[in-house]
């Protein structure tokens, strides 16, 4: 016994102090959360394996994370920036701000230029503060209605409504033919806001909503308690299964591939999936509410994932050059996959790209507006909050009145 | 002895009537064992079966197919070996500096005479009303700082700290068990209190390393919030976190989910069968004496 | 033995692991928690906005923190854990301890659960609850009662009791344990000379049994009570304080504000308040233990 605890002992101490021998090739450090059973890893192995391709004298030394550890992690990183890894993965929006309010994301503007021709600028804007860049964006997404053709056509539809009377029209039919039309994860409330915020976009329209997740504007807001109204009467409408309510996202897409709703709404990131999965799926938006203030190419989405460099880097300016050519990469491959849209221009063949992926490709190409999705855009504390009374919204624990004045109360 | 005067006592009536209740009591006592043994004889079924059978056509029943892939599948795809090996390691490490610390404290508290010892005795037994979580911030923190998040050690130090107030509680009574004349003798032999410790305390105390020792482990084969906090790379995942994230990962293919449930439940109880008088009595003896 | 400087010099290298370990891990970082608790800290920022008790404040009075209905959660449980679990332990422990036969097979049995992870646990009734394939409903729908199924975790009026249930079954063993220990330490000449006496088993078990077993029922009732107060494995597997808060209880409530609202200072207040509710109702529970005798 003895003599195996002290074995064990020493295999710890072994385990624990490996290093690794640095040699004359400089080293770039880089955190994600590309973990092995994430969609986007492939993505990541061959942009990494490119950019050393290209630059045999620069080693890229990356990690994964679980996301919400990683939420945590290089949270706490930023308190002792010598932590932090030379690039590192972040999302855009108030998370990102945070970086670069406390001056440890390194001010890219410099680098981007010889860049600025294949990422157009409109594509930094979430990851921009005070008018200065700090983050390569890699892919972006937007919500994404999914459609099942074959679910459809049994309620007699051969199209996706595009208006929101052909919806009330179409769920109505699929509820008497016995069909689901939705599947919506309450167990995680960022699924709710996939079909929160759309409604809200189209009854208030982008610009408002902008306003109201940036702090500009109150959340007290009419249009926003007529949409959580219409979310509910939805849900009373037996429009969604009732079962959500205590099941995770993967399980609701799952239900969804295997036909059980008509239609699901979540990010375009699910398109590769979804895409390959048996059956005739199609891609759309939510329809217009209030046509006098929304219009039916509003989206909410936009580039979040994004790389940000540490200003505490030995080699920052590298490190900066390396964030916008492995964010290329992952955007290449990533798109390619079908695991999200192209923020970069793509200049590469794209025939092989999933006919789902291209559909809302072209979606994001003719938006009319766009507003980053609100738990991005606001920073952990309001953000949380805000995820609170969404959540209640889908459990119709308050209504729209609770929910405007609830929020203004809180969070302004 | 007892026994037959058990049997002497009652008398024809009366033993009819302990039959009846007895009946009674031996149906409330085998449905409790059922309410108990249920959930894990459904889980070691359902990780034997494919969606088909656990969802709809054979709920309860035996599998008809023995789908042993899903333990390959998670033991392979889903990292459940490592995990397994993380948590022996864990719990090894944690044991054996449990072990150290409360023998080494024990003796002092026990056997050696200074003034303040009680007090120092009761300043120790704090620490089995302090919640595990209160301390949750300033270790993250600090273990940040340490670079120290994502290794063994991040979870090895607080489970061994959280362990010592319930080892210095169990090698109490082991230690009061041993005659001090023992102590003297080997002190007349010229041993001073290092000499005594090793040569007469340790070696007496061997059944106190089983009951410190099954009680160390299951409290950290079994814990979730500091591991799932601080340990975020899958390589040093234990087993409680693997199946909390293995279970993200199948959310709809519950065959490999059962199965990774029963592959971190089976050891311990293996080891509960072979046992159990010994594991039972070192939740005792943490108890009774507080 | 002399008492010499080397003596004294022993004396503390042998407390020296356990002080370290103990000092290091718990009591520094108690204090440390104490402190962060006067702070508006957030994670990444330095800790230098000292707000004094507001935090405090804050906890008890704010609606959406929700504080006082996470603690109420945990006191039901408590409630519910003395009065239904240890009963039912005591039930159990009173009969085992009467010599019947298979009584040591019962008791494993009975113990078995005590020793599953509570990950496990977790999963496992995450999947008996599950509306669609659940044991529960399947079984519900099986027995012709359709309209008794329910969204046992997703509706705010099932989840707490859902959440409640396999604690409470996870832990009767554990009870009944120590209460067996304590029932078959009655010294047997007590039992027989009652019963000679013409007492009735109930009248023993009233009488005798549960009078001389009091400092473990106390013990039981502390490990029940300050147990609930702690109590997060299994709710954060099952539902992490959802929904909409209604299982929430001040352990998950902690974790959210340090990892999902990255509020450390907030999260060390619930931490202060744990440590302080935890040793204050130990200290009540003897209290009355002791006012009994």
């Known amino acids: ?12 101490m072994l385990l624990s102090m490996t290093s690794v021998f ?33 630059h045999p004298d620069i080693e890229i030394k990356w990690e994964a994370f679980e996301n919400q550890s990683y939420k945590t992690k290089i949270k706490s990183a930023m308190s002792d920036p010598d932590s932090l890894p030379d690039i590192f993965f972040t999302w855009a929006g108030a998370f990102l701000g945070d970086f670069a309010d406390m001056g440890t994301a390194y001010c890219l503007d410099e680098a981007y230029k010889p860049f600025a021709d294949q990422l157009p600028e409109v594509m930094l804007q979430n990851a921009s503060y005070g008018g200065k860049h700090y983050g390569v964006p890699l892919t972006m997404n937007i919500v994404t209605l999914f459609a099942n053709m074959d679910l459809l056509a049994k309620a007699g539809w051969d199209h996706v409504p595009q208006t929101y009377e052909d919806l009330t029209a179409c769920c109505d039919a699929l509820v008497a033919a016995g069909i689901t039309p939705f599947g919506c994860a309450g167990k995680e409330t960022w699924c709710v806001t996939e079909y929160l915020e759309p ?24 249009g926003i308690a007529t949409a959580v109204a219409t979310f509910q009467e939805m849900i009373n409408k037996g429009y969604f299964d009732p079962n959500g309510m205590a099941l995770g996202n993967d399980e609701v897409k799952a239900n969804f591939i295997a036909g059980k709703y008509a239609f699901y709404q979540n990010g375009s990131w699910n398109c590769g999936e979804v895409n390959d999965a048996e059956g005739n799926f199609q891609v759309a938006l939510f329809p217009v509410m209030n046509a006098e203030k929304a219009t039916y190419g509003q989206v909410i989405g936009g580039p979040s994932d994004t790389l940000a460099v540490s200003s505490h880097s030995k080699n920052v300016e590298l490190a900066a050059q390396a964030a916008f050519e492995l964010g290329r990469g992952i955007c290449h491959y990533g798109y390619l996959a079908g695991s999200g849209l192209p923020a970069w221009t793509p200049d590469y063949d794209t025939s092989a790209v999933k006919a789902l992926v291209s559909d809302v490709a072209k979606i994001v190409a003719e938006s009319e507006g766009m507003v980053l999705f609100g738990d991005t855009a606001m920073s952990a504390d309001p953000a949380n909050t805000y995820l609170d009374y969404v959540s209640q919204v889908y459990g119709c624990a308050i209504d729209g009145a609770g929910f405007i004045e609830g929020l203004a109360g809180d969070l302004q | 002895m007892s026994l037959a005067k058990k049997a ?6 009366e033993g009819h009537k302990f039959k009846m209740s007895d009946i009674l009591v031996y149906a409330g006592l085998i449905l409790w064992a059922l309410i108990s043994v249920f959930p894990v004889y459904w889980m070691i079924t359902f990780s034997l079966k494919n969606n088909a059978e656990i969802f709809g056509e054979n709920v309860v029943g035996l599998p008809k197919y023995w789908l042993w892939s899903n333990y390959t599948q998670a033991l392979n795809t889903g990292h459940m070996y490592v995990y397994f090996l993380n948590s022996i390691i864990v719990a090894a490490a944690t044991i054996a500096i449990t072990l150290v610390a409360s023998f080494m404290a024990t003796y002092a508290l026990t056997r050696l005479v200074w003034k303040g010892r009680k007090t120092m005795n009761k300043f120790f037994m704090l620490g089995l009303t302090i919640p595990i979580h209160a301390s949750i911030v300033p270790i993250y ?9 994502s290794t063994y050690w991040a979870v090895i130090i607080p489970y061994s700290a959280f362990s010592l107030s319930m080892g210095i509680l169990i090698c109490t009574g082991f230690m009061g068990d041993i005659p001090y004349d023992l102590d003297e003798a080997a002190f007349l032999d010229g041993c001073g209190v290092w000499g005594i410790f090793f040569r007469v305390i340790v070696p007496l105390m061997t059944p106190a390393i089983a009951t410190v020792g099954i009680y160390t482990f299951l409290q950290c084969w079994n814990e979730l919030m500091f591991a799932n906090v601080f340990i975020s790379d899958d390589r040093i995942k234990t087993l409680p976190v693997g199946v909390q994230a293995l279970s993200g990962q199948y959310t709809t293919d519950w065959g490999p989910i059962g199965a990774a449930l029963a592959l971190a439940t089976i050891p311990t109880l293996l080891v509960y069968v072979f046992l159990s008088k010994r594991i039972q009595d070192s939740f005792i003896a943490g108890a009774v004496k507080g | 033995m002399k008492r010499t400087i080397g003596y004294k010099l022993s004396i503390f290298a042998f407390l020296l692991p356990a002080l370290i370990l103990f000092i290091g891990v718990l009591i520094a970082p108690i204090i440390m928690s104490a402190y962060y608790s006067f702070f508006n800290w957030k994670v990444g920022y330095p800790l230098t906005d000292f707000i004094g008790v507001k935090n405090y404040v804050e906890l008890f009075t704010s609606k959406s923190i929700g504080f006082m209905k996470a603690l109420g959660n945990s006191l039901l449980l408590a409630l519910l854990s003395v009065f239904i679990q240890l009963p039912l332990a005591l039930l159990l422990a009173l009969k085992l301890g009467k010599k019947i036969p298979g009584e040591r097979a019962f008791l494993s049995v009975y113990f078995m659960p005590v020793l599953i992870s509570t990950v496990v646990i977790g999963q496992l009734w995450l999947k008996i609850y599950n509306p669609e394939y659940g044991l529960l409903n399947v079984a519900l729908r099986s027995l012709g009662l359709e309209s008794w199924t329910r969204i046992w975790l997703g509706t705010k009026e099932t989840a707490l009791g859902a959440c409640f249930v396999p604690i409470l079954w996870q832990y009767v063993g554990y009870h009944m344990l120590l209460m067996y220990a304590g029932v078959k330490g009655v010294p047997p000449e007590l039992n027989e000379a009652a019963m000679l006496d013409g007492c009735t088993e109930s009248q023993v078990n009233r009488y005798i049994i549960i009078p001389y077993i009091k400092p473990i029922l106390r013990v039981s009732v502390i490990f029940a009570v300050t147990g609930s107060l702690k109590s997060f494995d299994l709710i954060y597997v099952l539902t992490n304080g959802g929904p909409f808060h209604a299982t929430e209880v001040p352990s998950t409530l902690m974790i959210s504000m340090l990892f999902l609202r990255n509020r450390y200072g907030m999260g060390s207040t619930i931490a202060v308040m744990l440590i302080i509710l935890c040793f204050a109702f130990a200290l ?7 006012e009994e005798k």
């Open chain 1, 1 to 12: 016994m003895k003599k195996f605890v002290a074995l064990l002992l020493a295999a710890i």
């Open chain 1, 22 to 54: 640095a040699d004359e090739k400089t080293t770039l450090t880089m955190w994600c959360i590309a973990t092995e059973s994430d969609a986007n890893r492939p993505a990541y192995e061959k942009a990494i394996a490119e950019f050393e391709a290209a």
């Open chain 1, 199 to 222: 409604i809200i976009e189209k009854t208030i329209g982008y610009e408002a909503l902008n306003d109201v997740f940036a702090g500009k504007a109150t959340w007290n807001n009419e």
């Open chain 2, 8 to 13: 002497q006592m009652p008398s024809l009536e």
């Open chain 2, 141 to 149: 923190v600090t273990l940040s700082k340490l670079h120290m998040l």
């Open chain 3, 284 to 290: 009540l529970i003897s209290l009355a233990f002791k």
